[in-house]
């Protein structure tokens, strides 16, 4: 029998509506099945089961927790959660969840057990579109198409002999209804009515049309056409309506396959970059070719009010990109920053396009700058976490004069960045000249670190060190022998001048004007 974890059903439903209440206390809950409660029949023994508490108040669901404990089933869903018994929950060992007030039950339960049902696997919805699509065509007598929201045809009959007109040839050729003002209408009556609608000819050279919405409560799914030459069978009203429910089950049963399967995804994605993942998982969705990581964020929205709209907004455009360029989007959301794992099989330059056209159209989208950051190629799965960890130190180094690079483009940079780490981390390494020249530069108003940083940036050169401070090049001169003398620092040995340069670059803050902005 199917069984779904808890958590994991939670995730494919994804609704605010569904809210867990109890967990039991080791938290390894699997659901098998969907049950409606009869109050007029007793429970059934039913291991795993998930029970709709249908006609009972959440207040007076404490003895039915209890029946359903003794029946080994695994939960019960109330619909409101005001005086749910949580604590009888807890005590019998069996999960509590709510729906919302105004949730329809055949709603619920046609959702949750379409959840439970989902596989991860991709094709096994569309062949039963296709098989159910010829079963109306053979039950009403005229062809049959099924199609989303948007009018794309999902699947269509092939029953040999039945008359198709040129939109149905069209529409069948590009998987896509041809558009129009008069088409535009005859959508808007089909899911405004409650049931089958038939719809005349919009040409001479067409046919008329039986159509029905498909739906799941109110929220439309798609919608189901035959073509209608005036023979079709006397109750083909009757069976489309059949068919439409049907449709919905399988519609809603293909969007949690796929909504598990990217939750898996992005749990296994979360678990690569950190390098968590196991081995196998790793090349089940990476394949055994090399890997890039790439990373893309807005700039400086993070203390915006809109920031974590924004950044959910951009993880869609990314994986819509990433999908339509190579039809994987093996993408995820971490702390803001969305990663993007991209095969690094073939023109290098590829992923910097790919980068580039991502930050403009997203930048357009989103009304903010977007940065993108591409980490080092992976040979495989072990790599991922290194060439993160590279991506995310080029985000750092993102400024509006570069809003995309790759790691090799500022390696220098980088290799400061991975400096600036080890040196903030040991004590013995932290120590140094600069440290008590900042001090009296901050206690005595003077710029002698910041003299120091620009005359070592300027090779030494006092002429165009005074020219990036802006003084005279004398002027220079006596803030030089100054830190000298005051501080002890010996300018003439180079081994103290590096030591005093990476120590005022990488921890004082004193990044080069050219850089674009500090790495402190």
């Not at 939960?75 to 009888?88: C, D, F, M, S, Y």
């Not at 798609?222 to 049907?246: F, H, M, N, R």
């Not at 678990?271 to 089940?284: F, H, I, K, N, S």
């Not at 159209?361 to 072990?382: H, S, T």
Request: charged content about 25%; glycine content about 10%; some cysteine.
């Amino acid at each position: 029998m199917d069984a779904r974890a808890l958590g994991d059903l939670i995730d494919v439903v994804r609704s605010p509506a569904l809210r867990l209440l109890a967990v039991p206390r080791d938290g390894a809950v699997r659901i098998t099945e969907v049950l409606l409660y009869d109050a007029h029949a007793p429970l059934p023994a039913a291991p795993g089961a998930l029970l709709l508490a249908v006609g009972v108040r959440p207040g007076d669901a404490g003895p039915l927790v209890r029946e359903a404990a003794a029946a080994a089933m695994a939960g019960v869903l109330v619909r409101g959660a005001e005086n749910a018994p949580v604590a009888e929950a807890q005590a019998y060992g069996v999960a509590l969840l709510s729906v919302e007030e105004g949730a329809a039950w055949h709603h619920v339960h046609l959702t949750l057990a379409s959840a439970i049902e989902a596989r991860p696997a991709r094709g096994d919805g569309l062949a039963d579109l296709f098989a159910l699509a010829g079963a109306i065509a053979t039950a009403t007598g005229g062809a049959t198409s099924l199609e989303d929201p948007h009018q794309r045809i999902l699947a269509y009959s092939t029953v040999p002999g039945q008359p198709v007109d040129e939109d149905r040839r069209q529409g069948i050729l590009g998987l896509q209804v041809p558009e129009g003002l008069a088409n535009a209408a005859q959508y808007r009556a089909v899911f405004a009515a409650p049931g089958p609608v038939r719809l005349p000819a919009l040409t001479d050279g067409d046919l008329p049309r039986l159509a029905v919405a498909v739906r799941a409560g109110d929220e439309p799914l798609g919608s189901v056409w035959v073509v209608d030459d005036g023979t079709l069978a006397a109750d083909a009203e009757k069976t489309l309506i059949q068919g439409a429910s049907t449709a919905a089950l399988l519609l809603l049963r293909a969007r949690a396959a796929e909504e598990l399967a990217r939750h898996r995804d992005t749990e296994l994605l979360r678990r690569l970059l950190d390098g968590t993942a196991e081995p196998e998982d790793a090349t089940r969705l990476l394949g055994a070719g090399p890997v890039r990581v790439a990373a893309f964020a807005p700039a400086d929205t993070g203390s915006a009010p809109d920031g974590e709209w924004t950044s959910l907004r951009l993880l869609d455009l990314v994986r819509l990109q990433c999908a339509a360029r190579s039809g994987r989007h093996a993408c995820v959301r971490v702390d803001g920053v969305v990663y993007a794992l991209l095969a690094a099989s073939g023109d290098a330059e590829q992923h910097r396009r790919l980068a580039e056209d991502i930050v403009h159209r997203a930048g357009q989208a989103l009304r903010v700058p977007v940065r993108a950051a591409l980490g080092p190629v992976a040979p495989g799965p072990g790599g991922v976490p290194g060439s993160r960890t590279d991506a995310d130190l080029v985000l750092r180094l993102l400024h509006d004069g570069l809003p995309v690079a790759t790691v090799d483009e500022v390696r220098a940079r980088v290799t400061l960045l991975r400096l600036a780490a080890v040196l903030r981390e040991d004590p013995g390494l932290r120590a140094g000249d600069w440290q008590r020249i900042v001090a009296a530069d901050a206690e005595q108003g003077t710029e002698y670190a910041r003299t120091l940083a620009a005359w070592l940036d300027a090779g030494c050169d006092v002429g165009r060190a005074s020219k990036e401070l802006s003084v005279h090049p004398n002027t220079c001169r006596y803030r030089l022998k100054q830190a000298c003398r005051q501080f002890g620092a010996d300018l003439q040995d180079p081994d103290r001048r590096l030591v005093l340069w990476l120590h005022l670059r990488t921890l004082g803050g004193f990044d080069h004007p050219r850089a674009g902005r500090p790495s402190a």
